[in-house]
């Protein structure tokens, strides 16, 4: 191919997920030209088409199912769960349609395709017609995510895997009246969660004698006791096998030494993601277990190639994406220097389980692995008025400060809404602002968690 066929661009962003389009976006005002590509034909990546919103989605309805059941003694229908993944499919429908619109309001040029990459600025793209363009780039920001990874466990390819469940046309819209679900991370517990408040049979089989592993222990144990007593989480409790038993499926796992069965219409494998990255990229720089290589500005050992989101294994979070994607964005206006930085320790955390826990910055097991002396202040959530009005008593909030300073560093909540007040501890965590001002403010009331304040007014 001769040059002038080359298409050429100042940035060329592989993938349009959290770690995609912020930056894409951010470059294009800016007036770079910016070529964006994904093969989904859609924005959004993973978390719009199978992950955090299709699953919230989910979650919330099954929490109403619940609350309406303990309320207005309602039974819940037994096509709801197919009323709720076509609803699910509608909210992902109304925000892809949200994204195409951004595309045209930020001028960013966008193509459904896969890109290969050939050099440090020279790339392949591929769209589904067969169609293969080279791409001349200066910069290129990698945001490729990850995707779903089995395990080796024999008949794993029997079981479901969170995109049945969450994909943009699920395969799964029958509610199972039995499951078994394989993991011990956040989707497992999750899911777990959801179907159990739908009114299914949850089985949780947990590999080890610990679940949630990038939790604070005490956080996860506290988790453990109040979730619902119906899910019938086992630990230590590795699965050797499944296959099929009729129309249902056998699980055969070991517990205590004993060879142990469980026979459920469903089975999910929820056992961790891997990275995905573009044909040729290790050919640039050697992967790290597969994983893109990033220092704090999103660099890569490359001065003109970033990396961003899930594939740089640093977090797994859309949220976190989106503000990697204007960290790279902004040190490629700085010429690939170092402009901005990514602190991915006020990052917040939200599990969606029923309760959901959320945590952000220094929690005490990090404390104690980094020798730092911390105070903490609590309030319980029985004496809340939200959570009284919902007859969920149950959990807490909590915040950590340090001892010499009284600076916020962390905090953790339990219970219905931590997902969305957690944010107030990251303002805090990120600000570095005193314990004092989270005391002295007067916040809300009667609101979830007006107790953030009360939590502090603890110190006073
Ligand atoms: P993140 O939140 O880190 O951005 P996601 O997994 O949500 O990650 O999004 C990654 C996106 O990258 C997905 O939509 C996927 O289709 C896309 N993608 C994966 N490989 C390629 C590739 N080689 N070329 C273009 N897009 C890709």
């Known amino acids: 191919m001769v040059r002038s066929q080359v298409k050429s661009v100042d940035v060329l962003v592989i993938g349009g997920g959290g ?34 919103v299709p699953s919230k989605t989910v979650r919330e309805m099954s929490l109403l199912a619940a609350r309406a059941r303990k309320f207005l003694g309602a039974q819940v229908r037994p096509e709801f769960f197919s009323e709720v993944q076509k609803h699910k499919d509608e909210v992902q429908e109304i ?44 910069y290129a920001i990698v945001a ?48 777990a969660s959801m179907f159990n408040a739908l009114g299914t049979k949850v089985h949780v089989l947990v590999r080890s004698n610990r679940a949630l592993r990038e939790v604070d222990s005490r956080l996860v144990n506290m988790l453990l006791e109040n979730l619902d007593k119906d899910i019938d989480v086992r630990f230590n ?3 050797l096998a499944v296959e ?22 469903q089975v999910l494998v929820a056992t961790g993601r891997k990275p995905v990255t573009p044909k040729g990229l290790d050919t640039l720089f050697a992967l790290n277990k597969g994983y893109v290589p990033t220092d704090e500005g999103m660099g890569t050992p490359l001065r003109n190639v970033f990396a961003t989101g899930d594939v740089t294994g640093k977090t797994t979070y859309f949220h976190a994406a989106m503000r990697e994607s204007l960290v790279a964005a902004h040190n490629i206006m700085a010429g690939g220097g170092r402009e901005d930085y990514m602190d991915v320790r006020d990052v917040p955390v939200a599990i969606f389980t029923m309760p959901p826990i959320a945590y952000v910055g220094i929690t005490p097991d990090r404390a104690v692995a ?82 953030l304040s009360y939590a502090a007014r603890g110190a006073f």
């Open 95 to 138: 925000r892809f349609a949200q994204h195409a619109e951004e595309i045209k309001e930020n001028s960013t040029d966008y193509v459904k395709g896969t890109v290969e990459v050939k050099g440090p600025k020279d790339f392949v793209l591929r769209t589904d017609e067969g169609k293969a363009e080279e791409v001349h780039a200066d």
């Open 19 to 52: 770690g995609g389009y912020p930056g894409a976006f951010r470059l294009s005002r800016a007036g770079y030209s910016v070529l964006m590509v994904d093969p989904k034909g859609v924005l959004g990546g993973n978390c719009l088409y199978s992950g955090c």
């Open 144 to 191: 490729t995510g990850t995707e779903v990874e089995r395990p080796p466990i024999p008949g794993a390819e029997l079981a479901i895997t969170s995109d049945d469940i969450f994909s943009y046309h699920p395969t799964l819209t029958e509610l199972p009246d039995e499951m078994v679900v394989i993991g011990g991370g956040y989707i497992a517990f999750e899911v």
């Open 244 to 265: 099929k038993r009729g129309a249902a499926k056998a699980v055969t796992f070991s517990q205590g030494g004993e060879r142990k069965e469980l026979v459920a219409s």
């Open 237 to 239: 409790s590795p699965t």
């Open 370 to 451: 980094m020798g730092m002396k911390i105070a903490e202040y609590s309030y319980p959530l029985k004496r809340d008025v939200m959570a009284q009005v919902y007859d969920e008593r149950i959990g807490e909030v909590r915040v950590f400060v340090e001892r010499e300073t009284m600076r916020i560093v962390g905090g953790w909540i339990i219970g219905e809404d931590a997902p969305e007040v957690i944010n107030e501890i990251g303002i805090a965590v990120q600000a570095g602002l005193n314990l004092r001002v989270m005391a002295e403010y007067a916040g809300q009331h009667p609101v979830p968690f007006e107790d």
